[in-house]
């Protein structure tokens, strides 16, 4: 079984600029994680879906963060514009549901500069 | 907010050595994971708890859900260097959502 899917695994972009890093949950998963992961602040938690629809986003840092989840099988976070401090690898993670334990996908390593 | 505590930060041993981490919070989780990352990879679930007081085994790897339910345990015996990572603990609080403590990096020494 394929895991979780993300893509790019590498982006490199300019301050400023927009960026957007999509995940592909493993199927039949009916929860999606994004995760901010840096040195200082660790896994951080940003926001989470259940059944396509965002349950919490009280991680979101601010308004220059937003996700979606279209359908069961695609997510995108969108970072708008972009800053340095953003730097930092996002994870995504799916599970059957919320109480459940969750599958990590390889990451998307961002660099803003 | 909630936060959980893994102590240590990081743990420097000798191979074949066994290893024991924890995590600590001041509030009630009612499952405990156990994750492993390797670099530029994702994190790995390695063993969930889902009761107070189970012992959960995975090879050399072995988890404890703590009685108060506010800690968790886990050992690795015989360390290989393959263990070699960052091992994190995660909690379910009461709210359905899960706080990860921020890892414990485990260096072998050949």
């Known amino acids: 079984d394929a895991g979780v899917i993300q893509s790019p695994r590498h982006e490199v972009t300019e301050m400023g600029q927009e960026v957007t890093l999509r995940c592909k949950p493993i199927?039949?998963?009916?929860?999606l994680f994004w995760y901010r992961q840096t040195m200082m602040r660790g896994l951080e938690l940003l926001i989470y879906?259940?059944?396509?629809?965002?349950?919490?986003d009280s991680g979101m840092p601010e308004d220059r963060f937003s996700a979606k989840m279209p359908n069961a099988s695609f997510s995108t976070l969108k970072i708008q514009p972009s800053e340095p401090r953003d730097s930092a690898v996002y994870f995504c993670?799916?599970?059957?549901?919320?109480?459940?334990?969750?599958?990590f996908g390889p990451g998307t390593r961002l660099t803003v500069t | 907010g909630q936060q959980l505590n893994q102590s240590p930060q990081s743990m420097f041993i000798q191979e074949g050595e066994d290893v024991s981490m924890n995590c600590t919070s001041s509030s009630i989780f009612n499952t405990w994971l156990w994750y492993k990352q390797d670099p530029g990879e994702g994190p790995v679930l390695l063993i969930a708890l889902y009761k107070a007081g189970e012992l959960t085994s995975n090879g050399r790897l072995t988890a404890q859900f703590g009685i108060t339910r506010k800690d968790s345990f886990l050992n690795i015996s015989a360390s290989i260097p393959s263990d070699v990572g960052i091992y994190f603990c995660a909690g379910l609080n009461r709210d359905d959502k899960i706080i990860f403590g921020k890892g414990t990096r485990l260096h072998i020494l050949p």
């Open positions: 199927s039949g998963h009916n929860s």
């Open positions: 993670a799916s599970s059957y549901s919320v109480t459940l334990e969750q599958y």
């Open positions: 879906f259940n059944n396509n629809v965002p349950i919490d």
